[in-house]
């Protein structure tokens, strides 16, 4: 019998979820409506956030956020490169610019001190990504935003259990976005989240993702009796609605158990991996809390026969699905069409976008998948490894 493929990011489902979604479907009220409110009350509390507002993806929350704290055009954000596509694409959507600095060889995260050397006098804000679940230098950051008086937005989306010095990632800056996207730790399908600690921030956002409104339909249509709304921005069509908070809701309470059989995983693939041609991720933080979003290899080509891609395809006809993250932005056509760079501006992304590779490490994988993954795995590496002819590349990710 042909085993099943394993799939990368498959979410955890459970009977919870499947019931709360049938609730909301015989409720009558689908749209944005009280299981929203309930969702984000909760999120927030999870995350220790004062004000916390749904919307329709993590994208979405990038780009409210950007509005909502008076990002706009003339304004550069300085980012990562190695990162999703949204993260720069919401700059651009507020009519803003984005401005890369390279990332850490280890952390994979934004280098603080190439950061600070790309601020000019047009930087408004600074927009780290906590890479993979890995919290970024939130205090280096942070003092180069206070010295030069930039906002702080936060990309979450892989970080919803990190935390920095006892802190939740999100709510460290001015604002923080969530995505809670089917491969998420927490999914609602589709949905993200806006943290911030600033009322009128949280207030902008809820107005611009639901059509400029000042009064959502739940508060409109519910028995509190109809209010009319009026119109005060060209808002967007953002909100999340009641079937996808559903979710939402039922995964909340197991993040935690989750994140441990996470933890778990990592920890398995640790000791099934060492000694093979790749550098390993570590979990080890020191000051915070890895969410552990990505297991990310990075191979070492010069002692394997296969590049990164020969790697995954001789993983796929083994059953096992993997993942990039990432292919950085400026090696992007767009972005290199547009702002005309070349693979070496930012060298040390570059050179971690030849080599990483994404195990499966959902909460979803039974022990037996988690075994099929890694003894295929080491059968593809062992079966591409040749003999060692030195260390590939500057330094190998995971080392102090």
Not at 81 to 96: C, D, E, R, S, Y
Not at 136 to 159: K, W
Not at 243 to 262: D, F, N, S, V
Not at 376 to 397: K, L
Request: proline content about 5%; glycine content about 10%; some cysteine.
């Amino acid at each position: 019998m042909k085993k099943r493929f394993i799939v990368f990011g498959a979410p955890r489902l459970e009977r919870a979820e499947e019931r709360e979604v049938l609730a909301t479907m015989r409720s009558g009220w689908i749209g944005t409506g009280p299981r929203v409110a309930r969702f984000e009350a909760a999120f927030g509390r999870y995350v220790g956030a004062r004000h916390a507002a749904a919307v329709s993806s993590g994208t979405a929350a990038l780009h409210l956020a950007m509005l909502a704290s008076g990002v706009g055009p003339g304004d550069e954000v300085v980012t990562t490169p190695l990162t999703f596509a949204a993260t720069a694409n919401a700059i651009l959507h507020a009519g803003a610019t984005p401005v890369f600095a390279d990332v850490d060889p280890v952390t994979q995260n934004l280098d603080p001190g190439r950061a600070a050397a790309a601020v000019t006098r047009k930087t408004r804000a600074l927009l780290p990504v906590h890479f993979a679940g890995r919290p970024c230098d939130m205090d280096a950051l942070g003092a180069i935003a206070r010295r030069r008086r930039l906002l702080v937005i936060e990309d979450a989306a892989h970080a919803i259990e990190a935390r920095w010095r006892g802190r939740a990632c999100g709510t460290i800056g001015d604002l923080g976005c969530f995505s809670f996207y089917v491969t998420k730790n927490l999914t609602t399908a589709e949905g993200g989240m806006v943290t911030t600690a600033k009322a009128s921030y949280a207030e902008t956002v809820k107005t611009l993702a639901l059509h400029g409104m000042t009064k959502d339909a739940w508060r409109r249509f519910s028995d509190s009796g109809y209010r009319h709304y009026q119109v005060v921005a060209p808002g967007f069509k953002y909100n999340l609605i009641d079937l996808h908070a559903a979710i939402g809701l039922r995964q909340l309470p197991r993040i935690e158990r989750w994140w441990r059989r996470r933890r778990a995983l990592w920890a398995y693939y640790t000791r099934r991996f060492a000694g093979l041609p790749v550098a390993l991720p570590s979990a080890d933080v020191g000051r915070g809390r890895h969410a552990l979003h990505l297991f990310t290899v990075h191979l070492d080509l010069a002692r394997l026969r296969l590049d990164r891609d020969g790697v995954m395809m001789a993983l796929f006809r083994r059953g096992v699905g993997c993942g990039v993250h990432y292919i950085a932005l400026h090696l992007q056509p767009y972005y290199r069409k547009r702002f005309g760079f070349r693979p070496n501006d930012f060298p040390v992304a570059a050179w971690i976008s030849e080599r990483t590779l994404s195990l499966p490490l959902s909460a979803a994988l039974t022990d037996g998948e988690a075994e099929r993954v890694a003894d295929a795995f080491v059968a593809v590496i062992r079966g591409a490894a040749r003999a060692p002819s030195g260390r590939d590349g500057p330094r190998r990710f995971g080392s102090a």
